[in-house]
């Protein structure tokens, strides 16, 4: 199919990312073999296994083979028990996690949630909100705002109070990139973008607004509405299905994909895309599961590998085309859960057609689907 050889590195992390990467890094290797594709992988540490291997979130070893890759498939990082003993800006989320979305420019954050028939059980929705199914892709702007905007600080007052001071900027240019992804995005969809913002109170939210509008003008063929991003939260518990793409700025984006993500069930099924620039037509990018490390059940074969396998499709996808291999992923995986098989969070005891199992079993099944 290829004769080019993709350079993968793989950061395991924290918690269960080991576990998900595992099954996951199967799952690659096994597409790669039925399509004939060639993945070089290699494994380094990240988060608090890079801070314990190499004395920091992000060893220089680990930074220097994701600048030598083509992509990142990463697992996740921090440990809420370990976080509080070092200095914030140390902490795996901000030396690991913040710093290479900023240092490789990943600037659209990809996340698609998607309720499968056979889970609607596991969405807190009522069936009839359900309607025909959840089908909702949140493209979040992810190096701007007020999660990167200066100042930003924390300064002593002379009164003995303290002030926090976090700042929220966008430029034309980055709402203008972002957007242009939005409506791509929405034209191989349903064709529908709503933009979000809180253009009657912010600055940003005004020239968010205006800037989205004008990009638009260029997408005749996408429907584009706006919404504030407070009426938003609500719609997404009232109405999902109104919902095709939601186009956000880095926090509101943060806020509305984990409660978009909770209508999916479960953490465990949603992969992300980070990406960034496109060169020769290839998209340098990041993939992680949204679910976090969830250390309450690492290691012990229960975490659900599906959203760290749905990135390795989102990874083939969107970093390198490779279109036909990560449909197949994205059946496989929808294969396995037609099938009746289901993780600890996304089994309910009442469905006496469904089977419980682990991790490694999970992944087993999807490679075997494949
Ligand atoms: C996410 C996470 C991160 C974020 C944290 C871990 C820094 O919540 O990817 O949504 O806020 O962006
Ligand atoms: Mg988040």
Redesign the pocket.
């Known amino acids: 199919m290829s004769s080019k050889t993709y350079q993968i590195a793989a950061l395991a992390g924290d918690g269960i990312g080991p576990e998900v990467i595992r099954e996951a890094l199967s799952v690659l290797r096994a597409v790669g073999q039925k399509f004939h594709i060639q993945f070089n992988i290699t494994e380094a540490p990240v988060g608090w296994a890079g801070i314990d291997a190499a004395g920091k979130a992000l060893p220089d070893d680990t930074l220097d083979l994701c600048r030598r890759s083509d992509s990142i498939l990463f697992g996740s990082v921090g440990l809420p028990d370990r976080d509080p003993t070092i200095p914030k800006d140390q902490r795996p989320e901000r030396a690991a996690l913040l710093r290479i979305r900023k240092e490789f420019g990943l600037f659209a954050n990809l996340r698609p949630v998607q309720l499968p028939k056979a889970l609607a059980h596991a969405c807190p929705l009522r069936p009839e909100r359900q309607g025909d199914g959840i089908d909702i892709l949140v493209v979040r702007e992810l190096t701007g705002g007020m999660y990167f905007g200066q100042p930003k600080k924390t300064e002593d007052l002379r009164n003995g109070q303290q002030r926090a001071i976090d700042t929220m900027v966008y430029t034309t240019s980055e709402i203008e990139r972002i957007a242009h992804v939005g409506f791509k995005a929405a034209q191989l969809r349903r064709k529908k973008l709503t933009s979000i913002d809180k253009a009657n109170v912010l600055e940003n939210g005004i020239l968010w607004r205006e800037v989205v509008s004008r990009v638009g003008k260029g997408y005749a063929d996408v429907a584009l509405d706006h919404m504030f991003v407070d009426n938003a939260a609500m719609q997404l518990m009232l109405r999902p299905t109104q919902f095709d793409v939601l186009l956000c700025e880095n926090m509101f984006g ?1 806020i509305l ?2 409660e978009a993500a909770a209508l999916a069930g479960s953490l465990g099924m949603l992969p992300s895309a980070s990406l960034g620039a496109t060169t020769a037509n290839q998209t340098f990018g990041f993939f992680e599961p ?1 679910g976090g490390t969830a250390p309450d059940i690492a290691g012990k074969d229960l975490a659900n590998p599906i959203a760290q396998i749905l990135s390795v499709a989102l990874m083939l996808r969107y970093s390198f085309g490779l279109n036909t291999a990560a449909d197949a992923i994205d059946k496989a995986v929808g294969k396995v859960i037609d099938a009746g098989l289901r993780t600890g969070d996304i089994h309910s005891p009442s469905d006496t057609s469904a089977r419980r199992i682990g991790t490694r079993e999970m992944g087993a099944a999807i490679v075997a689907a494949l």
Do not use: N, P
Request: hydrophobic share 25%.
């Open positions: 943060d994909s984990d949204a």
